[in-house]
């Protein structure tokens, strides 16, 4: 018989850094991560309306599962979730190491960005086994060195009171922004373990919009369907693009250490900073500019991004998403895992597998910053005189949180019509 392992994984946060350029190790992994965000989201990308996830949380949470895996489901776990491969003279088990090592660094990397006290920024992680099970040592001890993951034992025969405790420390870790991530029914006697990292960012714009100029304005959900949102508007110095597709802002919080990308399609655009000399045919709609993401376009966008004056509109919203990831792993080539799965470095046998996995993230934006949590579950069971460029975001557009330093896509979104509630 197969039996269930859970592993769950919060994070929130917002969170670039500048730090110098990153260990090779580092950089692999964020490029990787990238990588995997763009996949994700394209399997994601059906769902109608507003999206919002932490491509990083997941891939921090399946790298402690990932850490147990061995044979093809350590190969198709690899490949689908885009981690990089460091060969050595011994065969791999020091590649391994290195990829974790990666992780850890990386994770090292963000906390840099609350040293000054500009941003709050906290990271946390806890690793809750079933208490007598025996699992291997050095899988224990890669998990505590490279992901801070201190055991705290729990008695699964009683899957709802577990259930209990790990909710209220992630709900503790995320400031109440997470409750009841892991659903009555998913923890019971056969659950072996369950892996945690929490991560709570809240931070201040950098040039704070003012609340007495955020006015109710025409948001255009489609070329048929206008509906009002509350838009906040500044005028100020901002990283920004434009050609004829998109148009690319660029909004930090304090201490610049932390920023916004916004990527906006030319469909319904504001004012443009330049006329093109030959205006393309059709104007991209959001759905095109999800087909033309990639990292490439990514890094192509954001090296050319010069800091100008810009006439920004941006709504204020709050969004709340949560996903079961268990088909869209599996159709990224991640099948073993969910089934004959090896998972024999977590405890040297074959019989843990996934049983599903889990995500829910919650983002508030208004006048003074932006408030953000995710949390991951893997369950092994106005105009001027001055012409300045316009960027006026009523109309569905993509946004993310991206680690400068690295490159690592830390969330992901899709505001496609004002929230209910706003």
Known sequence: MKTSVNILLVLVVFATTTAAKPVPEVAAVAAGNTKFALKLYDQLNDEKGNLFLSPYSISTALAMTYAGARGETETEMAKALEFPSFPDKEGGPLGRERLHAGFSGLKLGLREAQKKGDVQLSIANALWPQKNYAFRPEYLNLIERDYDSVGRPLDY???????????????????????????SGVLDALTRMVLTNAIYFKGDWQAQFKEKSTREMPFKVTPTKTVKAPMMYQKGNF?????????????????????????????????????????????????????????????????????????????????????????????????????????????????????????????????????????TAVVLSFKSARRYPSFRADHPFLFLIRDKATGSILFLGRYAEPPSGN
Not at 239 to 261: A, C, I, N, T, W
Not at 314 to 342: H, I, N, R, V, Y
């Open 157 to 183: 025969s009683n899957g709802e009171k577990a259930r209990g405790i790990i909710n209220r420390w992630v709900e503790q870790e995320t400031n109440d922004k997470i409750k009841d991530l892991i659903p």
């Open 239 to 375: 990283g920004y693009y434009q050609d004829d597709d998109v148009q690319v802002l660029e909004m930090p919080y304090k201490g610049d250490k932390v920023s916004m990308f916004v990527l906006l399609p030319s469909q319904g655009g504001g004012q443009p900073f330049r006329r093109p000399a030959n205006p393309p045919a059709k104007k991209k709609t959001l759905a095109d500019l999800e087909k033309t993401l990639s990292p490439a376009k990514l890094s192509e966008w954001f090296g050319k991004m010069r800091r100008t004056k810009v006439d920004t509109w941006f709504p204020k919203f709050k969004m709340t998403s949560e996903f079961s990831l268990s088909q869209q792993l599996q159709t990224l080539g991640m099948k073993k895992a969910f089934g004959d799965a090896d998972f024999s470095g977590m405890d040297g046998t074959k019989r843990l597998y996934i049983s599903a996995v889990l995500h829910k993230a919650f983002v508030e934006v208004n006048e003074e910053g932006t408030e953000a949590a995710a949390a």
